[in-house]
């Protein structure tokens, strides 16, 4: 009998077409060696170009969902997209109960497409109940504009809506990848970190691909494997940027135009290459 590898549970929705949400995020567990549990919010019915039906679960399904993630034990926690303010409020109450386990959100907000994913009313209450018991945020400049109440258009705008939000509790992780705003010329893009005390920036080659559905659930995803692992927090989330450039360099595309496409968690990790 082999050992158990770390338990790592990820609370969000399906993605039909396997490019984000809940499907994104067990291609990345099984890519970093750990057991990938599974809490779903909402049911999300997706072609390669739109969200067509969205479907939230409801509180009490989410509600056991999460007491028999925990009855099996675990070690790590991604959150994704919650769909309205009383699946917040539950997730929260049982975080808050829940021994101390790294907590990574990804306040996803609405999908590539538009599509809202989490109710507008939702907001006070991830804001006040559910960040302050979260070890890591990670929004993109949209997201981070969103929780900080600020326009970012630059660096040192970014490093701003950073501090804001770390005063709500958890250290933030403000991704670059989907504006010029802390992006440097020459193709580069910054994710930003900080927490609390000091920045550390993430400096990586832009990879220009079209098929890039399912990167920010994949880079939460990989830190709380990472975090699984008892790996620190600076390097669960250096790694975790490296494990994204990867995944965005194995991409390819979906749907009968080709328009639209993924990055690859299992990139160089199974026969195609
Ligand atoms: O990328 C954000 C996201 C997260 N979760 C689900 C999604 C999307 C985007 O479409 O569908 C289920």
Redesign the pocket.
């Known amino acids: 009998m082999a050992a158990p590898p770390p338990r790592v549970l990820t609370i ?4 039909s077409g396997g ?4 499907p ?1 995020d067990l291609r990345t567990f099984a890519a970093y060696g750990v057991h990938g549990l599974c809490a779903l919010t ?1 049911v ?1 019915a ?1 072609s390669a170009a739109e ?1 067509r039906a969205v479907e939230p679960l409801g509180p009490e399904l989410v509600r056991q969902q999460l007491e028999t993630a925990e009855e099996i034990g675990l070690d790590a926690i991604k959150i ?2 919650l769909s309205d303010a009383a699946t917040v409020e539950v997730v929260a109450r049982w975080l808050e109960r829940l021994p101390p386990t790294p907590a990574v959100l ?1 306040p ?1 907000l ?4 538009g ?1 809202a ?1 989490l109710d507008a009313e939702a907001m006070p209450v991830l804001v006040e109940r559910l960040l302050p018991q979260l070890l890591l945020v990670t929004p993109n400049l949209f997201e981070a504009e969103r929780l900080s109440g600020m326009t970012i258009t630059g660096l040192e705008e970014a490093r701003d809506a950073a501090r804001r939000i770390e005063r709500m509790g958890p250290s933030v992780l403000v991704t670059g990848g989907h504006g010029g705003g802390t992006g440097k010329p020459g193709g580069e893009v910054t994710d930003l970190l900080f927490d609390g005390n000091r920045f550390e920036a993430f400096v990586h080659p832009r990879i220009r691909t079209r098929w890039r ?5 994949t880079l939460s995803a990989a830190v709380a494997a990472g975090l699984g692992w008892h790996l620190p927090l600076q390097e669960a989330v250096r790694r975790a940027v490296a494990f994204v450039e990867r995944a965005l360099r194995g991409s390819y595309p979906l749907g009968r135009s080709g328009g639209q496409g993924t990055l690859d968690p299992m990139a160089g990790r199974r026969g195609r290459r």
């Open positions: 969000a929705g399906s993605d490019c984000s949400g809940a994104a909402a999300t997706q969200v994704g997209m990804d996803v609405r999908s590539t497409s599509t994913l559905r399912g990167t920010g659930c």
